[in-house]
């Protein structure tokens, strides 16, 4: 138990806290709240929607590809996240265990990779995949993402350079190849910061808009965060099916980061600064 | 003392059995390596460092001697910047570390956590049997399948007692035990020359002393040559057939440890081996080397120094180790029995130490240390003493160059 006089101290600090929270949770609240608000009562200021409808959620379910744009979520996610970790984890392997040509240039690239803001690659990717015409496919929707795997590499190679260098040593000793030594000693020790990784990256996909507006407009391919649009139409907004579409587009990756917070927070603890 | 720089061979990419005239050339033999890491001094630069075949070789020196360089440039985790590497007379200078037969314990045992024991000391055997699944292995002991890598990962396991651990993980080892699977790790493939980088040096001073103990028994069994880097002479003087004292990266001498104990090569090996260190002090001679004086000390020899008056230098640098050092009453030193050391000093410190007492003692302007044994008396703190040292104990060596000057026995 805490001291007394240590107590107002706690009390500011817990103070802002909550304060901080409020403020993040706020607009939760609100579009949870008013998704099940009919259109009637859409713009009452209550945050508490009540009467209670479920009018919103049936018309997301019936009139609203739902269940494909969350297919085609997935797909994206767990494409763009198989290939960054694809490319990540030999690139973060290379970039701290071997020795070649070159080699503090390409982490520089990487560094410089991480300050480009994303926006500023969607018209040369946009020219890419039309010219591949990979308009309106997954492969186009995909692809032009592994250019976020920058961080990806400086997470993994954080954590590479933390092994101790004996371990590679070791690995050389007993005659393990580069390949060997990423498979049989690197990999199984790199599995946590993997994991989390993956999650980062998944849900970081999984809530991407606007590329997905541009490459996949369509319903057939578009996600779902891409999707929700659907509903700001030229017969003016849906505010109530909007709302409804968009907390159950986020109950996926709400569900996903309760079960792994932990890791992700673990993740970027061990990673550390450098 | 000759500067001549060893030829370096142009043909070094060959990696062909390059037979060398040298007869003692098997063993490990580092010939004219320098390595150097882009400092101004290099880290390492023997014109000739050699491990004798069978041999269990302990290369001793301070932190950043050189030691753990030359021990990875033999290990080919470093490739010297100059010079060659040859083992059993075969130029490995270009093979990599897992083809030359070599195996190494490191400091910190480098276990591969997320393997048992048994998978940690499997591991070589596993990937060579995945690289020529159909060779046999070196020794024709059959082909390398797994009841045959079973049978040698238990047989290693068992050597080092580690029988009933198999199936742990390092997590649930202790230092000891570690330090083991290591061992058994770097045993199990038959390496020709087992490198151990500081294996001791993770474990406390009670195990330490077991291991040691483990090492040298397990080199009488293996037979094969091993290279044991430390910062710790006594462990040094305690375990090695061989001794290579290193300094600034180069070879100050080489040999038993009782001749790098009682013929040091220079003062910085004589202070280096030895605990306490050897008691050095310059020293001048009025009458061609026969006598030495100095303010509480004097050098009474039968035979002159050799050439001493002849060069032109006067002064010499004596050294004498505490255990040598005999202590008297206060009146001997003007009547000097036999041949050697007297020096006149007041006890400063005196430390008891179980077996011996080392008494620190001061005088004009210097200091030194005896060790007497414990069983007898010693003096008190302040006390006035005379040490003798006789002739023969007594080591010394030219100012100028740190040579050792030839034997004043009596």
């Not at chain 1, 039309?130 to 590499?153: E, K, N």
């Not at chain 2, 000891?176 to 058994?184: F, I, N, S, T």
């Not at chain 2, 040598?324 to 008891?352: H, K, M, N, Q």
């Not at chain 2, 069983?375 to 160059?401: I, K, M, N, Q, Y």
Request: proline letters at 8%.
């Amino acid at each position: 138990m805490p001291a007394f006089d240590r107590w107002p101290r706690l009390i500011g600090r817990h103070a802002v806290l909550l304060l901080t929270a409020a403020v993040m949770l706020l607009p939760l609240v609100w579009a949870l709240g008013s998704s099940f608000k009919p259109s009637t009562t859409i713009f009452d200021m209550s945050p508490v929607p009540l009467p209670a409808s479920l009018e919103n959620y049936r018309t997301v379910f019936s009139a609203f590809p739902l269940w494909r744009m969350l297919l085609n979520t997935f797909v994206t996610a767990a494409g763009v996240t198989a290939l960054q970790v694809l490319v990540a984890v030999p690139a973060a392997y290379a970039l701290t265990q071997l020795t070649f040509r070159g080699q503090r240039f390409a982490l520089g690239l990487v560094a410089v990779a991480l300050l480009v803001p994303v926006q500023s690659l969607i018209i040369p990717a946009f020219l890419m995949i039309s010219h591949l015409g990979w308009r309106d496919t997954y492969p186009g929707l995909i692809v032009p993402q592994l250019s976020g795997c920058a961080l990806a590499v400086v997470l993994l190679r954080n954590h590479l350079r933390a092994l101790p260098p004996n371990l590679f040593h070791a690995a050389a000793l007993d005659g393990a190849t580069a390949g060997e030594t990423l498979r049989f000693v690197v990999l199984p020790l790199l599995r946590p910061a993997l994991s989390a990784v993956v999650l980062l990256v998944f849900i970081n996909t999984w809530n991407e808009y606007l590329w997905p507006t541009l490459a996949a407009p369509s319903p057939k391919h578009t996600t779902i965060q891409a999707g929700l649009a659907l509903f700001l139409n030229q017969e003016g907004p849906e505010y109530g099916p909007l709302l409804a579409a968009s907390i159950l587009a986020t109950v996926p990756v709400v569900a996903v980061y309760l079960v792994a917070s932990r890791r992700i927070a673990d993740a970027f603890l061990h990673a550390g600064p450098g | 003392m000759t500067d001549q720089m060893t030829a370096v061979p142009t043909d070094l990419g060959s990696g062909a059995g390059v037979a060398d005239p040298d007869p003692d050339a098997d063993g490990l033999l580092l010939d004219g390596v320098v390595k150097t890491y882009g400092g101004a001094r290099p880290a390492l630069d023997v014109p000739r460092l050699h491990v004798p075949a069978g041999s269990f070789t302990v290369l001793v020196g301070p932190s950043g001697c050189g030691k753990s360089t030359a021990l990875r440039v033999s290990s080919g985790l470093e490739t010297p910047t100059r010079g060659r590497v040859l083992l059993g007379g075969v130029d490995v200078t270009s093979t990599p570390a897992a083809g030359r037969g070599v195996a190494m314990v490191f400091q910190d045992f480098a276990l591969y956590p997320h393997m048992t024991v048994e998978q940690n000391v499997g591991f070589g055997l596993r990937l060579e049997a995945r690289h020529r699944p159909r060779r046999g292995l070196r020794g024709g002991a059959g082909p390398l399948n797994k009841a045959e890598i079973r049978r040698r990962v238990t047989g290693a396991c068992e050597l080092l007692g580690l029988g009933g651990l198999l199936e742990r993980r390092p997590a649930q080892l202790s230092g000891g035990e570690r330090q083991r699977v290591g061992l058994a790790r770097a045993i199990v493939r038959r390496p020709r020359v087992l490198l151990l980088d500081e294996p001791l040096s993770a474990l406390d001073a009670q195990l330490r002393q077991q291991a040691r103990a483990e090492l040298v028994r397990l080199h009488r069994e293996l037979g094969n040559t091993v290279v044991m880097v430390t910062h710790d002479q006594l462990e040094a003087l305690a375990m090695g057939t061989h001794l290579i004292v290193m300094n600034g990266g180069r070879v100050a001498q080489a040999g038993p440890p009782t001749d790098v104990y009682h013929r040091p090569a220079d003062p910085f090996v004589a202070t280096f081996v030895g605990s306490p260190p050897m008691n050095i002090a310059p020293m001048a001679t009025t009458d061609a080397g026969r006598t030495f004086d100095a303010p509480g000390r004097r050098v009474r020899l039968d035979h002159p120094v050799p050439g001493l008056g002849a060069s032109g230098s006067s002064t010499v640098l004596l050294g004498w180790r505490p255990g040598d050092g005999v202590i008297g009453g206060p009146a001997e030193a003007d009547r000097p029995s036999a041949p050697g050391l007297a020096v006149e000093a007041t006890a400063d410190v005196v430390e008891f130490a179980g077996d011996a007492v080392v008494v620190h003692l001061t005088g004009d302007g210097m200091r030194a240390a005896v060790t007497v044994p414990a069983r007898g008396s010693w003096p008190a703190v302040g006390d006035r003493v005379t040490v003798t040292v006789p002739a023969e104990r007594l080591h010394l060596f030219d100012p100028a160059d740190g040579r050792r000057l030839p034997a004043v026995g009596a």
